[in-house]
């Protein structure tokens, strides 16, 4: 039996010996090269032979930058940004020259692992790839049998490959729609489309906006290989204004910064809307033509009038009745019309009587919901004076083009991003800044540029994923049938808060396979542990195709796979012939990426070939991209009447068919908690790391070891140092770390960065402390409510 304890897996080349358990190659690497620091420092030979090899960054970090990589010796040597594309793209920043520093990390998973002892006590033993996949066949049937397929759960982290194990296995997966997906839980419904998707333009369109409101992410953090486009944008004259509770890179280089309390976003917005309606600055044709504002509702009960009856069901087909189209009144007959014959002659405004029935327009009843959210109001709960939030709503609705970002990682981590989302859509159908030039909404991470359709590998039609009735991170406190994870990465360390909560429910499962990289939190706590490489190891020539930020890209192998590990396509392939389904599979990554370019009509009309792509260093700026590329020129959207219908009545009854304000779940003012835990609690990014990765290069670790960042007059009042011990607690549990004092960070909070590893830190876990609360709405909204990781109060006091 070998131990895993500490900061790293200590598994010895006596361990492997012993156990028996990987070829000859992995033994070798694994006596030569468990880090890279040895390897580092050494002299390369005066005759060493050396390739260059074009590749693709891997996907979640968002840079999607292309890679010219150096191979000595058969060793990763160097990366730089791929030379031979648009100067403009040819970029890569710490994270991808670090990746040297991952291939070769002392973090590396070396070879199979089963666990020996207790769940979380590190305990496991070195097997074989044989003896691991058996043992997760084994299980995967038993669990089959006693359960039924809805019982195992695929738990989708940031970077393994894994798309069509969860059809074939007939299991549910995600990436756990708790995070990154609560603003857009607000904006999906008005215009239609993937929650999760970007912008409405391009980042690029910037150098045409006139106003650009980012609030509640650090753009030049989270998506800094598009920093040039920020740039670009305020040499040509936008006006930057970033909402921030802290004073973060990117409100360094903006024009305006607003501190503007944590969580109180959504509180912004509503003062904004309330001044564009009092003052009537809003686009009235754009608001007749393109949104659901001017459809006629009941008044008493907040339905909206439709030309027929209710929803029904055809007694004959079982098939929905569509009540016919919504209703507006037409001024110039003085009755109620369907919207599509009276465009431009609808009341925008008033109140009629429709068949006996008291009916008002949207428009109407939208102004008057929002007369309780003046600016004063919205002062009040925002910490920012009225004035400023006017003259931002004025600058927003008439300096001409105006695009509002909203980001991943910030706001979205409270309990009401959602309204968020919903108000910045009213604000966008307020003033038709949507659709034209320099004009959008949404996050833009990863430029939010051009892409195109790759060719869809079928699977058979018996095969299908499992859909839950409980979401994936509501499995520790809702009933659920799930017994069994695979887990994809860090995923219990990055998708799951209140961790001493979580840890009670990952004791109840059955069976816990962990597949990734590195010896990273939710390693412990598997039964199964499988070792995938980089994406810079292979075991064929290419097996990654991509198509975003307006170029196909294609991976190249530069270095055989270390240790014994195996790329994650492979080990997907393993998992299937384990239960008898590898048959419906390509046979390799290299035919699966063969296919999706061969069979895409997209870059057939491109003539973009996989031979080609090879040839121009694996990198094809698609066509027709050099102008930005901006949705919903024609100003119809994803919905049934094409316009953008800013009225949710599906949310009606829990208070949200209009956006209102609720206050977070912890984080408020006069929150009788807070006189116990008085310091808001936040996770942030940082250039540094992406989630939980990135988390396994020396070079970075200098830069992102979980520390706990104060205000110095919060410290002061503590009687802690810079550099001092701390504990960080409330009632959920504590972790240690040291404390560094930052004037950036606002007083009365306290900051760290998002899902750092609990090895590089003192004691505990930084989601010791976090929130789990679950909003009663939850099941109204596309995705289900956001984690409220930053909706969370603690103390600090010296350790």
């Given at each position: 039996?070998?131990?895993?304890?500490?900061?790293?897996?200590?598994?010895?080349?006596?361990?492997?010996?012993?156990?028996?358990?990987?070829?000859?190659?992995?033994?070798?690497?694994?006596?030569?090269?468990?880090?890279?620091?040895?390897?580092?420092?050494?002299?390369?030979?005066?005759?060493?032979?050396?390739?260059?090899?074009?590749?693709?960054?891997?996907?979640?970090c968002t840079g999607r930058c292309s890679l010219k990589c150096t191979v000595r010796d058969g060793r990763l040597a160097m990366i730089q940004p791929n030379d031979t594309v648009d100067e403009y793209y040819r970029h890569v920043c710490m994270k991808g020259i670090s990746e040297i520093q991952h291939v070769y990390s002392d973090e590396r998973l070396q070879t199979p692992m089963r666990r020996v002892g207790e769940r979380g006590s590190n305990e496991f033993e070195a097997i074989t790839w044989d003896e691991a996949l058996a043992t997760i066949g084994e299980e995967l049937n038993k669990a089959w049998d006693k359960y039924g397929k809805s019982s195992v759960y695929m738990s989708a982290s940031n970077e393994p490959r894994f798309s069509f194990l969860p059809a074939l296995l007939g299991c549910a997966t995600g990436?756990?729609?708790?995070?990154?997906?609560?603003?857009?839980?607000?904006?999906?419904?008005?215009?239609?489309?993937?929650?999760?998707?970007?912008?409405?333009?391009?980042?690029?369109?910037?150098?045409?906006?006139?106003?650009?409101?980012?609030?509640?992410?650090?753009?030049?953090?989270?998506?800094?290989?598009?920093?040039?486009?920020?740039?670009?944008?305020?040499?040509?004259?936008?006006?930057?204004?970033?909402?921030?509770?802290?004073?973060?890179?990117?409100?360094?280089?903006?024009?305006?910064?607003?501190?503007?309390?944590?969580?109180?976003?959504?509180?912004?917005?509503?003062?904004?809307?309330?001044?564009?309606?009092?003052?009537?600055?809003?686009?009235?044709?754009?608001?007749?033509?393109?949104?659901?504002?001017?459809?006629?509702?009941?008044?008493?009960?907040?339905?909206?009038?439709?030309?027929?009856?209710?929803?029904?069901?055809?007694?004959?087909?079982?098939?929905?009745?569509?009540?016919?189209?919504?209703?507006?009144?037409?001024?110039?007959?003085?009755?109620?019309?369907?919207?599509?014959?009276?465009?431009?002659?609808?009341?925008?405004?008033?109140?009629?009587?429709?068949?006996?029935?008291?009916?008002?327009?949207?428009?109407?009843?939208?102004?008057?919901?929002?007369?309780?959210?003046?600016?004063?109001?919205?002062?009040?709960?925002?910490?920012?004076?009225?004035?400023?939030?006017?003259?931002?709503?004025?600058?927003?609705?008439?300096?001409?083009?105006?695009?509002?970002?909203?980001?991943?990682?910030?706001?979205?981590?409270?309990?009401?991003?959602?309204?968020?989302?919903?108000?910045?859509?009213?604000?966008?159908?307020?003033?038709?800044?949507?659709?034209?030039?320099?004009?959008?909404?949404?996050?833009?991470?990863?430029?939010?540029?051009?892409?195109?359709?790759?060719?869809?590998?079928?699977?058979?039609?018996?095969?299908?994923?499992?859909?839950?009735?409980?979401?994936?991170?509501?499995?520790?406190?809702?009933?659920?049938?799930?017994?069994?994870?695979?887990?994809?990465?860090?995923?219990?360390?990055?998708?799951?808060?209140?961790?001493?909560?979580?840890?009670?429910?990952?004791?109840?499962?059955?069976?816990?396979?962990?597949?990734?990289?590195?010896?990273?939190?939710?390693?412990?706590?598997?039964?199964?542990?499988?070792?995938?490489?980089?994406?810079?190891?292979?075991?064929?020539?290419?097996?990654?195709?991509?198509?975003?930020?307006?170029?196909?890209?294609?991976?190249?192998?530069?270095?055989?796979?270390?240790?014994?590990?195996?790329?994650?396509?492979?080990?997907?392939?393993?998992?299937?012939?384990?239960?008898?389904?590898?048959?419906?599979?390509?046979?390799?990554?290299?035919?699966?990426?063969?296919?999706?370019?061969?069979?895409?009509?997209?870059?057939?009309?491109?003539?973009?070939?996989?031979?080609?792509?090879?040839?121009?260093?694996?990198?094809?700026?698609?066509?027709?991209?050099?102008?930005?590329?901006?949705?919903?020129?024609?100003?119809?959207?994803?919905?049934?009447?094409?316009?953008?219908?800013?009225?949710?009545?599906?949310?009606?009854?829990?208070?949200?068919?209009?956006?209102?304000?609720?206050?977070?779940?912890?984080?408020?003012?006069?929150?009788?908690?807070?006189?116990?835990?008085?310091?808001?609690?936040?996770?942030?990014?940082?250039?540094?790391?992406?989630?939980?990765?990135?988390?396994?290069?020396?070079?970075?670790?200098?830069?992102?070891?979980?520390?706990?960042?104060?205000?110095?007059?919060?410290?002061?009042?503590?009687?802690?140092?810079?550099?001092?011990?701390?504990?960080?607690?409330?009632?959920?549990?504590?972790?240690?770390?040291?404390?560094?004092?930052?004037?950036?960070?606002?007083?009365?909070?306290?900051?760290?960065?998002?899902?750092?590893?609990?090895?590089?830190?003192?004691?505990?876990?930084?989601?010791?402390?976090?929130?789990?609360?679950?909003?009663?709405?939850?099941?109204?909204?596309?995705?289900?409510?956001?984690?409220?990781?930053?909706?969370?109060?603690?103390?600090?006091?010296?350790?």
């Amino acid at each position: 039996m070998t131990g895993a304890q500490g900061s790293k897996f200590d598994l010895t080349r006596r361990g492997f010996l012993k156990a028996g358990a990987v070829s000859a190659m992995g033994l070798a690497a694994a006596g030569s090269m468990t880090g890279c620091s040895g390897w580092l420092g050494s002299t390369a030979p005066e005759a060493a032979e050396e390739k260059t090899v074009y590749t693709l960054h891997q996907f979640m970090c968002t840079g999607r930058c292309s890679l010219k990589c150096t191979v000595r010796d058969g060793r990763l040597a160097m990366i730089q940004p791929n030379d031979t594309v648009d100067e403009y793209y040819r970029h890569v920043c710490m994270k991808g020259i670090s990746e040297i520093q991952h291939v070769y990390s002392d973090e590396r998973l070396q070879t199979p692992m089963r666990r020996v002892g207790e769940r979380g006590s590190n305990e496991f033993e070195a097997i074989t790839w044989d003896e691991a996949l058996a043992t997760i066949g084994e299980e995967l049937n038993k669990a089959w049998d006693k359960y039924g397929k809805s019982s195992v759960y695929m738990s989708a982290s940031n970077e393994p490959r894994f798309s069509f194990l969860p059809a074939l296995l007939g299991c549910a997966t995600g990436v756990e729609p708790g995070i990154d997906r609560g603003t857009g839980n607000g904006e999906a419904p008005a215009i239609g489309g993937d929650v999760f998707g970007g912008g409405t333009a391009e980042s690029r369109d910037w150098v045409n906006t006139k106003t650009l409101v980012i609030a509640g992410t650090n753009l030049l953090e989270t998506s800094m290989m598009q920093a040039n486009t920020f740039m670009d944008a305020k040499e040509a004259g936008c006006e930057i204004i970033v909402l921030d509770p802290h004073f973060s890179t990117t409100a360094s280089k903006a024009d305006q910064w607003i501190p503007i309390q944590p969580g109180c976003d959504a509180a912004f917005y509503l003062g904004m809307m309330t001044y564009i309606l009092d003052n009537k600055l809003y686009d009235e044709k754009f608001v007749l033509e393109h949104t659901s504002l001017p459809f006629l509702m009941n008044a008493e009960t907040g339905e909206m009038l439709r030309e027929g009856k209710e929803w029904g069901v055809d007694e004959e087909t079982g098939e929905p009745v569509d009540p016919g189209d919504f209703m507006v009144w037409d001024a110039t007959v003085g009755k109620a019309v369907p919207y599509s014959s009276a465009i431009l002659t609808a009341s925008l405004e008033g109140e009629f009587d429709v068949d006996g029935v008291k009916a008002t327009t949207a428009f109407s009843n939208l102004k008057k919901n929002q007369a309780r959210y003046t600016t004063e109001w919205a002062a009040g709960v925002t910490g920012i004076d009225a004035a400023t939030i006017e003259e931002v709503a004025r600058k927003y609705a008439t300096n001409g083009p105006a695009y509002l970002v909203f980001g991943q990682g910030g706001s979205d981590k409270y309990s009401n991003p959602d309204i968020i989302g919903h108000a910045g859509m009213v604000l966008t159908a307020l003033t038709g800044n949507i659709g034209k030039p320099g004009s959008g909404i949404g996050h833009t991470i990863g430029g939010a540029g051009y892409g195109v359709a790759l060719g869809e590998w079928k699977l058979p039609e018996q095969f299908k994923p499992a859909e839950l009735d409980v979401r994936a991170d509501r499995f520790p406190t809702r009933e659920n049938d799930v017994h069994v994870i695979i887990s994809l990465g860090n995923t219990f360390q990055q998708y799951w808060a209140n961790m001493n909560k979580t840890r009670e429910w990952i004791d109840s499962l059955d069976f816990i396979v962990h597949i990734g990289m590195y010896y990273e939190d939710t390693v412990k706590y598997a039964d199964i542990v499988l070792p995938v490489c980089s994406k810079f190891e292979d075991t064929v020539e290419h097996s990654i195709v991509r198509s975003d930020y307006n170029h196909v890209n294609l991976q190249t192998k530069c270095i055989d796979p270390l240790f014994d590990s195996k790329p994650d396509f492979d080990v997907m392939r393993l998992i299937a012939e384990s239960v008898g389904l590898g048959e419906y599979l390509p046979k390799d990554a290299e035919e699966l990426v063969r296919y999706q370019i061969e069979n895409s009509k997209d870059l057939a009309d491109q003539g973009i070939t996989f031979d080609a792509l090879i040839k121009n260093h694996g990198s094809i700026k698609m066509a027709n991209t050099d102008e930005p590329r901006r949705g919903y020129t024609d100003l119809k959207f994803k919905t049934p009447t094409e316009r953008m219908e800013v009225y949710y009545q599906s949310q009606a009854e829990v208070g949200q068919g209009w956006p209102n304000w609720e206050e977070n779940n912890e984080a408020y003012a006069g929150n009788p908690l807070a006189e116990k835990y008085p310091l808001q609690f936040t996770q942030t990014r940082t250039r540094f790391s992406n989630h939980s990765h990135f988390k396994a290069a020396a070079w970075l670790q200098q830069f992102v070891k979980p520390v706990l960042e104060l205000n110095p007059k919060d410290m002061e009042s503590r009687g802690i140092a810079d550099g001092d011990l701390i504990e960080a607690f409330n009632d959920r549990g504590s972790f240690k770390c040291v404390a560094r004092a930052n004037n950036a960070v606002r007083p009365g909070s306290s900051r760290t960065f998002e899902a750092g590893w609990s090895k590089f830190i003192e004691e505990g876990n930084t989601q010791n402390v976090t929130n789990d609360h679950v909003n009663e709405r939850d099941e109204y909204l596309p995705t289900g409510a956001p984690i409220p990781f930053n909706d969370t109060l603690i103390e600090v006091k010296k350790a």
